[in-house]
């Protein structure tokens, strides 16, 4: 018999960690070895477990009073790394989403999720395999291009752009030179002031940046 995949419930409501361990019970490969109430009781129950207790994958309510679930996974993740978690919640804000995935969560789905789903997410967790449904992989994507557009991005004028532009397509300061038809003093201020506004150190992090924004191969 395949061994059983180690489960731990977080979530502050008792009624959702009953209807959890109800589903997980039905299934043979899974078994609950622990449960708390919030993050911080979560940290202080994995301290106290035996080394064959601890859990493979944790299942973590986002929203919780003491501490939240993606501090709670920021802190865990950081001291047990064998340890999978999966953000379970009723909640698809977007920035939470990126907050989670950013905490070191493995996947995150929505409480709306059928059990068969969950054992799925469960089991593809403890293998280290993201689950995500479309709703969430699109929250997601925006969350993160959300991200790139803060302001910040505004700070950097239309030639500042398109010299960006050129320096991600990898063009010279010679080749910036001839296409921008300005000098290339002015192009080497241009990179210069790049830099510093972007906070990085070379061409090659210039380049990665603005493919990273969407800006690579475009000319504002």
Request: glycine share 6%; hydrophobic share 40%.
């Given at each position: 018999m395949k061994q059983q995949?180690?489960?731990?419930?977080?979530?502050?409501?008792?009624?959702?960690?009953?209807?959890?361990?109800t589903y997980i019970m039905l299934e043979e490969e899974l078994?609950?070895?622990?449960?708390?109430?919030?993050?911080?009781?979560a940290l202080r129950t994995l301290e106290?477990?035996?080394?064959?207790?601890v859990p493979d994958v944790i299942l973590m309510d986002l929203t919780m009073p003491v501490m939240d679930g993606i501090e709670a996974t920021r802190q865990i993740t950081q001291q047990h790394a064998s340890i999978k978690i999966?953000?379970?919640?009723?909640?698809?804000?977007?920035?939470?989403v990126v907050q989670a995935i950013e905490a070191g969560a493995v996947s995150y789905v929505l409480k709306t999720i059928s059990s068969d789903q969950l054992a799925l997410a469960i089991k593809g967790a403890?293998?280290?395999?993201?689950?995500?449904?479309?709703?969430?992989?699109?929250?997601?994507?925006?969350?993160?291009?959300q991200?790139?557009?803060?302001p910040g991005d505004e700070h950097l004028t239309s030639r500042e752009r398109e010299v960006l532009a050129l320096i991600s397509d990898g063009k010279s300061n010679k080749d910036i030179s001839e296409e921008l038809h300005i000098s290339i003093k002015t192009v080497k201020t241009h990179v210069s002031n790049l830099l510093m506004k972007c906070e990085l150190e070379d061409r090659t992090q210039l380049a990665i940046y603005a493919h990273r924004k969407g800006w690579a191969g475009t000319k504002a």
């Amino acid at each position: 018999m395949k061994q059983q995949v180690k489960v731990m419930l977080v979530d502050d409501h008792d009624m959702v960690r009953v209807g959890l361990r109800t589903y997980i019970m039905l299934e043979e490969e899974l078994t609950v070895v622990a449960e708390a109430a919030n993050g911080h009781e979560a940290l202080r129950t994995l301290e106290g477990l035996d080394a064959e207790k601890v859990p493979d994958v944790i299942l973590m309510d986002l929203t919780m009073p003491v501490m939240d679930g993606i501090e709670a996974t920021r802190q865990i993740t950081q001291q047990h790394a064998s340890i999978k978690i999966i953000m379970l919640t009723s909640f698809l804000e977007e920035d939470k989403v990126v907050q989670a995935i950013e905490a070191g969560a493995v996947s995150y789905v929505l409480k709306t999720i059928s059990s068969d789903q969950l054992a799925l997410a469960i089991k593809g967790a403890a293998d280290g395999m993201p689950v995500m449904n479309p709703e969430v992989s699109l929250a997601l994507t925006r969350g993160l291009r959300q991200r790139s557009a803060q302001p910040g991005d505004e700070h950097l004028t239309s030639r500042e752009r398109e010299v960006l532009a050129l320096i991600s397509d990898g063009k010279s300061n010679k080749d910036i030179s001839e296409e921008l038809h300005i000098s290339i003093k002015t192009v080497k201020t241009h990179v210069s002031n790049l830099l510093m506004k972007c906070e990085l150190e070379d061409r090659t992090q210039l380049a990665i940046y603005a493919h990273r924004k969407g800006w690579a191969g475009t000319k504002a």
